[in-house]
T-cell receptor, first 114, second 117 residues
Framework: EAQVTQNPRYLITVTGKKLTVTCSQNMNHEYMSWYRQDPGLGLRQIYY???????DKGDVPEGYKVSRKEKRNFPLILESPSPNQTSLYFCASSSPGRVHNEQYFGPGTRLTVT | AQKVTQAQTEISVVEKEDVTLDCVYETRDTTYYLFWYKQPPSGELVFLIRRNSFDEQNEISGRYSWNFQKSTSSFNFTITASQVVDSAVYFC??????????????FGAGTRLAVHP
């Protein structure tokens, strides 16, 4: 079954404690990205990756890092989380191209930073 | 700049009423894609529909219908005979080349729909 998985699904942490949210896809997609969802703002792209070792900033990258060492994995790293990073996070993957190809979203990770 | 506006923050209806969710978009691209997603209380994103800018035909899928009008840059979503299970947050989204490529989605703020029995 084609899917994007995220772990953990729920996380409560404290300010400054480094954390990583994992994302994995089994569709051999080149393109992967992270979004955060906030009330009244919808979803906004944090970072994206066009392929292994190729990553770039999205619209709201401050306070986040990513890496793409393997095609299937795209972890989101918060090195020093702050309360304003409390949000619902989604990972997504798709095949890049000259047309829009179907985008697959993970189930979401709800992060609370106290 | 590319933008998606969902002016209705929350809508409350009684079961069996028809309801329309509005979506207005802005883009300078001539080729673009529009989407609707549903987010039920469980939190996942459920894909509902994708339209490209060259296909202005309205679409109907069961109780759901979509009205795409390029002249007004709108892509509205109507639920006929609403049901309690339709209660969710609905997102309209846009992708085009200028905003970062077709793989990136620009989302509206979402409309929370509450359907009461």
């Amino acid at each position: 079954e084609a899917q994007v998985t995220q772990n953990p699904r729920y996380l409560i942490t404290v300010t400054g404690k480094k954390l990583t949210v994992t994302c994995s896809q089994n569709m051999n997609h080149e393109y992967m990205s992270w979004y955060r969802q906030d009330p009244g703002l919808g979803l906004r792209q944090i970072y994206y990756s066009m392929n292994v070792e190729v990553t770039d900033k999205g619209d709201v990258p401050e306070g986040y890092k990513v890496s793409r060492k393997e095609k299937r994995n795209f972890p989101l790293i918060l090195e020093s989380p702050s309360p304003n990073q409390t949000s619902l996070y989604f990972c997504a993957s798709s095949s890049p191209g000259r047309v829009h190809n179907e985008q697959y979203f993970g189930p979401g990770t709800r992060l609370t930073v106290t | 700049a590319q933008k998606v506006t969902q002016a209705q923050t929350e809508i409350s209806v009684v079961e069996k009423e028809d309801v329309t969710l509005d979506c207005v978009y802005e883009t300078r691209d001539t080729t673009y894609y529009l989407f609707w997603y549903k987010q039920p209380p469980s939190g996942e994103l459920v894909f509902l529909i994708r339209r490209n800018s060259f296909d202005e035909q309205n679409e109907i899928s069961g109780r759901y219908s979509w009205n795409f009008q390029k002249s007004t840059s709108s892509f509205n979503f109507t639920i006929t005979a609403s049901q309690v299970v339709d209660s969710a947050v609905y997102f309209c989204a846009l992708s085009d080349l200028l905003s970062g490529g077709y793989n990136k989605l620009i989302f509206g703020a979402g409309t929370r729909l509450a359907v009461h029995p």
